[in-house]
């Protein structure tokens, strides 16, 4: 996920990151994307899995967001 150009402070939203029925796809992070641990966590690479991921953008360079995993399995 690049990071995104025209952010506006207080945007947010969920993306929900789907994986196909072959599984084992991966996503990587631009340098604006913030995460709780401080690095961008491994999502789920299962056949069918679904991640939901949410954020915050606090300012034009900075996006705080935070992973849900495997929605299906919940």
């Known amino acids: 996920m690049a990071n995104p150009t025209g952010l506006s402070n207080t945007q947010s939203g969920s993306i929900f990151l789907n994986q196909d029925s ?5 996503v990587s992070f ?3 994307w913030r995460f709780p641990s401080g690095s961008a966590p491994s999502l789920s690479t299962t056949a069918n899995a679904q991640d939901r ?3 915050v953008v606090l300012s034009s360079n900075t996006i705080q967001a935070s992973v849900t995993l495997d929605l299906q399995g919940t």
């Open 30 to 32: 631009g340098q604006y």
């Open 22 to 26: 072959t599984g084992s796809r991966t």
């Open 53 to 55: 991921l949410d954020y």
